[in-house]
């Protein structure tokens, strides 16, 4: 059974900085991983996905990697602003017959502070 | 991207009563899920909503308990049965979308918060 984990809990930091998020998988076989944001109160937004033959994904101040063969993924921030205040949540995606199937970590809540 | 809207974004409850959430998106999609996030936990997948059969679901959700329904390709129902405190949790109805990279993303709902006293 896959399971997720998140690392730090929660992470407090000064706006400004660089800061990486770290999520671990026990069963490398997997389809894609996705990053997504939850705002207090709110749904999912997804930030990035990466495929399972892919290294990293990028979109804008964000970065994704995923090292399948050592079940590790990170999501790096750069220039962190007090708006990038949520929790960020790790989810891995199944194939064959459990495609669309996540399995989510417990996230990393964040706060960056002015 | 497809959106996604929940009916309705919250409710407070009696214990031994039910509550049906619908999920309405804009676009035809292949899959829909139904997740559960009970108070500082993490999300679970309750079940896959199979539009024209019924709902596969996961080890721990019974039908009894989380029937589910869908009818067509963009619109599903969760309903949670005989509540209890227990099941006072945000309920995230997802489904499958196609990114710009033309990879197949999961799309969320805002989620459903249920309170039972």
């Known amino acids: 059974k896959q399971e997720v984990t998140q690392i730090p809990a929660a992470l407090s930091v000064p706006e400004g900085e660089n800061l990486v998020l770290n999520c671990s998988f026990t069963?490398?076989?997997?389809?894609?991983l996705q990053w997504f944001r939850q705002d207090p109160g709110k749904g999912l937004t997804s930030l990035l996905l990466?495929?399972?033959?892919?290294r990293e994904q990028t979109s804008g101040r964000l970065n994704a990697s995923l090292d399948k063969s050592s079940g590790r993924s990170t999501l790096y921030i750069a220039a962190s602003q007090p708006g990038d205040s949520a929790t960020y949540l790790c989810?891995?995606?199944?194939?064959?017959?459990?495609?669309?199937?996540?399995?989510f970590g417990q996230g990393t809540i964040l706060t960056v502070h002015p | 991207s497809a959106v996604i809207s929940q009916k309705p974004s919250r409710d407070i409850c009696q214990r031994g009563t039910s509550l049906t959430i619908q999920c309405q998106v804009d676009?035809?999609?292949?899959?829909m899920f139904w997740y559960r996030q009970q108070p500082g936990q993490s999300l679970t997948l309750i079940a896959t909503?199979?539009?024209?059969?019924?709902?596969?679901?996961e080890s721990g959700f019974v039908i009894d308990k989380f029937p589910i329904s869908r009818p067509n390709l963009t619109f599903s129902t969760l309903t949670v049965s005989n509540m209890s405190p227990e099941d006072s949790s945000i309920y995230l109805c997802?489904?499958?979308?196609?990114?710009?990279?033309?990879?197949?993303?999961?799309?969320f709902g805002a989620g459903s918060r249920l309170t039972v006293l």
């Open positions: 997802s489904a499958t979308d196609r990114a710009p990279s033309g990879a197949n993303v999961l799309t």
């Open positions: 069963d490398s076989a997997i389809y894609n």
């Open positions: 990466i495929q399972s033959s892919q």
């Open positions: 989810a891995v995606g199944a194939g064959g017959t459990s495609y669309g199937k996540l399995t």
């Open positions: 676009s035809q999609v292949t899959m």
């Open positions: 909503a199979n539009q024209g059969s019924e709902a596969t679901y």
